[in-house]
């Protein structure tokens, strides 16, 4: 069981570039979810997919955009990159209404 | 406005010299409580839950509490190896599994 798998690790971007990153989940779990932590901040939820075909905003959601392909893998899109955006996100999945498990997370630098 | 607050922001211990993390929190229901442990470089790592006032849950060192208005991680006798940021998330109702997470607490143990 690899758990939460997340690439890619590291990412430099300019101003303006746009990515995706993509989260994969091999526990059968119905919810994922995309959060990301900035130093002195707790984990801030970007986006959440409640169940496959679904997505809802979180507390953060401008400038992304998500995609749950399916119901193992779920992306997340930087259209254009600003440094703002700098920072590590992560990918988790869960039950419904239960214990979220995080990914290694992706470290993304915009210059 | 829901909000979770941990203390200290870091703490250094000797090896053996037992501690306690705090954790409060004002929400406007809560659903349950999640104790979490981050390495440097890697994703949160899930530790405890806790549901009602007066419940405690334990894992080797470390004791986890919750009343009211706070939960505390007791940690009796680090070791070097339980360095990490601790991290603590309240889950709230809102229609989706919204958990709001607290800044965290450095922790370092030294020999």
């Known amino acids: 069981n690899a758990g939460v798998t997340q690439t890619p690790k590291f990412q430099v971007l300019k101003t303006g570039q746009s990515m995706t990153l993509q989260c994969a989940q091999d526990?059968?779990?119905?919810?994922m979810y995309w959060y990301r932590q900035d130093p002195g901040m707790g984990l801030r939820l970007i986006y959440y997919?409640?169940?496959?075909?679904?997505?809802d905003k979180g507390e953060v959601p401008n400038g992304y955009n998500v995609s749950r392909l399916n119901k193992r893998e779920f992306s997340l899109r930087l259209e254009s990159a600003a440094p703002s955006q700098t920072s590590v996100y992560f990918c988790?999945?869960?039950?419904?209404?239960?214990?979220?498990?995080f990914g290694p997370g992706t470290r993304l630098t915009v210059l | 406005e829901d909000q979770v607050t941990q203390s200290p922001e870091a703490l250094r211990l000797q090896e053996g010299e037992s501690s306690s993390l705090n954790c409060s929190y004002t929400?406007?229901?809560?659903?349950?409580l999640f104790w979490y442990r981050q390495d440097p470089g890697k994703g949160p790592e899930f530790l405890f839950t806790?549901?009602?006032a007066g419940e405690e849950k334990e894992k080797e060192r470390l004791k986890a509490t919750l009343t009211k208005k706070e939960s505390f991680l007791h940690i009796t006798a680090p070791k070097p190896e339980d360095s990490a940021t601790y991290l603590c998330?309240?889950?709230?109702?809102?229609?989706?599994?919204?958990?709001?997470f607290g800044a965290g607490t450095r922790l370092a143990v030294h020999p």
């Open positions: 526990m059968n779990h119905n919810s």
């Open positions: 997919s409640a169940s496959e075909g679904t997505t």
């Open positions: 929400v406007s229901g809560l659903r349950g």
């Open positions: 806790l549901y009602s």
């Open positions: 998330a309240v889950q709230t109702p809102g229609g989706y599994n919204k958990l709001i």
């Open positions: 988790a999945s869960s039950e419904v209404e239960d214990t979220q498990y």
